[in-house]
């Protein structure tokens, strides 16, 4: 088989971008990266890769442009199949979807509104963001992984998203650990795996995003 | 055993249909459920506690929720005739992402058009609309469908917002059959099929209910 020309347009702060390097390392699949530019300029690359969103990750296979991360990781799933990241019976993978949405629509805007807020909407939008860490909680229950014993598509989707949580932290003044201790120790779990720490920028570089974020939006 | 399947729907909602299209194109017995949004039954809340919402699809007593999940299921479960997406994994990303599309943008951007007041949000509404639909459009090209030759995954995902085009059309003081002609034809494609037929609503029922819910909401 010829080689793969595999091309990822990356961010590196961006928890999107680190599903798609994640799953790219899980299978073992080799590709280059190029560093966008998101705020300052994006690339001709970009722009006429993703012309729908303009946005990262965009990962491009033999050139052709794949979008938006929880469909790109799908795609990789099913491109190389081994070792599956989602399960096998129709049931189970409805159910990994289901929780693959529901972070989609809660976590990221939830913990934005974390940031972007002032005076009292900071407790509105700290309660909100725990009750939806509670929600994924109960459906972790005792297993290690969302995926069961293996680190799969959900854990995917999500760990990422946790890179951002000293930010919130910092901002909302409260502690992941002590609201959701079950939740910071499967966390713990999932850093200790090498393709998600090499993967993953560190907390501290994201609360310096952030901190660049709200002056942008005239947060401070 | 036989498969038990229960549909829990309203009449109205363009989410509900896709279900119903996708089960009818599989040519699948069901009990439908209608449920009053208002006073949402014991059942209901305990099959989606998370969302609480419709379409949930009860297959053999499990929940399956989500509409486009839901359809999903129905096409790796019942994967013997009519198969909805396709085979090949980067065409079925690309009939993944124009799905996801539709869910982000259509309805929301439809909503500015029906429930609020004449003026800006309304004529910002009613741009964005077309905007979408033109692109839609753009996509579909000069295929028959969306999955190409055959009826697949994203025109399940679209058509169901066509028995809400005249309701849009009435409040927006607009044609979609002049913004899009080939995109009407494109659904009268589809409602020569018996799956859609049977399963979408009549269209002007729906503007009936739009103007209903309309007057409760002290809009008109």
Same mark, same amino acid.
């Given at each position: 088989m010829?080689?793969?020309?595999?091309?990822?347009?990356?961010?590196?702060?961006?928890?999107?971008c680190?599903?798609?390097?994640?799953?790219?390392?899980?299978?073992?699949?080799?590709?280059?990266?190029?560093?966008?530019?998101?705020?300052?300029?994006?690339?001709?690359?970009?722009?006429?890769?993703?012309?729908?969103?303009k946005?990262?990750p965009?990962?491009?296979?033999?050139?052709?442009?794949?979008?938006?991360?929880?469909?790109?990781?799908?795609?990789?799933d099913?491109?190389?199949?081994s070792?599956?990241?989602?399960?096998?019976?129709?049931?189970?993978?409805?159910?990994?979807? $289901?929780?693959?949405?529901?972070?989609?629509?809660?976590?990221?805007?939830?913990?934005?509104?974390?940031?972007?807020?002032?005076?009292?909407?900071?407790?509105?939008?700290?309660?909100?963001?725990?009750?939806?860490?509670?929600?994924?909680?109960?459906?972790?229950?005792?297993?290690? $992984?969302?995926?069961?014993?293996? $680190?799969?598509?959900?854990?995917?989707?999500?760990?990422?998203?946790?890179?951002? $949580?000293?930010?919130?932290?910092?901002?909302?003044?409260?502690?992941?650990?002590?609201?959701?201790?079950?939740?910071?120790?499967?966390?713990?779990?999932?850093?200790?795996?090498?393709?998600?720490?090499?993967?993953?920028?560190?907390?501290?570089?994201?609360?310096?995003?952030?901190?660049m974020?709200?002056?942008?939006?005239?947060?401070? | 055993?036989?498969?038990?399947?229960?549909?829990?729907?309203?009449?109205?909602?363009?989410?509900?249909?896709?279900?119903?299209?996708?089960?009818?194109?599989?040519?699948?017995?069901?009990?439908?459920?209608?449920?009053?949004?208002?006073?949402?039954?014991?059942?209901?809340?305990?099959?989606?506690?998370?969302?609480?919402?419709?379409?949930?699809?009860?297959?053999?007593?499990?929940?399956?929720?989500?509409?486009?999940?839901?359809?999903?299921?129905?096409d790796?479960?019942?994967?013997?005739?009519?198969?909805?997406?396709?085979?090949?994994?980067?065409?079925?990303?690309?009939?993944?992402?124009?799905?996801?599309?539709?869910?982000?943008?259509?309805?929301?951007?439809?909503?500015?058009?029906?429930?609020?007041?004449?003026?800006?949000?309304?004529?910002t509404?009613?741009?964005?609309?077309?905007?979408?639909?033109?692109?839609?459009?753009?996509?579909?090209?000069?295929?028959?469908?969306?999955?190409?030759?055959?009826?697949?995954?994203?025109?399940?995902?679209?058509?169901t917002?066509?028995?809400?085009?005249?309701?849009?059309?009435?409040?927006?003081?607009?044609?979609?059959?002049?913004?899009?002609?080939?995109?009407?034809?494109?659904?009268?494609?589809?409602?020569?099929?018996?799956?859609?037929?049977?399963?979408?609503?009549?269209?002007?029922?729906?503007?009936?209910?739009?103007?209903?819910?309309?007057?409760?909401?002290?809009?008109e």
């Amino acid at each position: 088989m010829s080689k793969q020309e595999l091309l990822l347009l990356d961010c590196g702060v961006s928890p999107f971008c680190g599903r798609v390097r994640i799953a790219l390392a899980e299978k073992g699949v080799e590709y280059e990266s190029k560093e966008e530019n998101v705020l300052g300029g994006k690339s001709e690359l970009l722009l006429s890769s993703n012309p729908v969103y303009k946005k990262v990750p965009v990962l491009l296979h033999n050139g052709k442009p794949l979008c938006e991360s929880s469909i790109i990781v799908q795609y990789i799933d099913e491109a190389w199949p081994s070792p599956p990241l989602l399960p096998t019976s129709p049931y189970e993978r409805a159910q990994a979807r $289901f929780w693959g949405d529901f972070i989609e629509k809660k976590l990221f805007d939830g913990g934005s509104k974390i940031w972007k807020s002032k005076g009292e909407e900071i407790e509105v939008a700290k309660k909100e963001f725990i009750e939806t860490l509670k929600q994924l909680e109960g459906t972790l229950g005792d297993k290690d $992984f969302f995926g069961g014993e293996n $680190f799969g598509f959900v854990d995917i989707l999500l760990i990422p998203l946790t890179t951002w $949580f000293y930010a919130y932290e910092k901002f909302g003044d409260f502690k992941v650990e002590e609201e959701c201790p079950k939740f910071s120790t499967w966390v713990k779990r999932c850093n200790q795996r090498e393709n998600v720490v090499k993967a993953l920028p560190e907390p501290e570089m994201v609360y310096e995003v952030v901190l660049m974020l709200r002056k942008m939006h005239g947060v401070e | 055993m036989a498969d038990e399947i229960v549909l829990l729907s309203t009449w109205p909602s363009m989410f509900s249909m896709r279900v119903r299209v996708a089960l009818a194109e599989k040519g699948l017995e069901y009990e439908y459920r209608e449920e009053d949004l208002w006073n949402k039954s014991p059942l209901l809340l305990k099959m989606n506690p998370v969302h609480k919402k419709i379409p949930v699809l009860i297959h053999n007593g499990k929940p399956i929720c989500e509409s486009m999940i839901i359809v999903e299921y129905i096409d790796e479960v019942w994967n013997h005739k009519s198969p909805l997406l396709p085979t090949d994994p980067y065409q079925r990303a690309e009939a993944r992402f124009w799905a996801d599309y539709v869910d982000k943008k259509l309805y929301d951007i439809g909503k500015k058009i029906i429930w609020s007041t004449k003026g800006e949000e309304q004529e910002t509404g009613k741009k964005e609309f077309i905007e979408c639909l033109k692109l839609l459009e753009r996509e579909l090209g000069d295929n028959p469908y969306f999955g190409g030759e055959n009826f697949g995954f994203v025109d399940v995902s679209l058509v169901t917002f066509s028995c809400w085009f005249h309701t849009y059309e009435s409040y927006g003081n607009f044609s979609i059959e002049t913004e899009c002609p080939k995109l009407i034809a494109w659904t009268k494609r589809c409602l020569e099929k018996e799956s859609v037929s049977s399963s979408l609503a009549d269209p002007h029922k729906i503007h009936d209910f739009a103007s209903g819910m309309r007057k409760r909401f002290g809009i008109e």
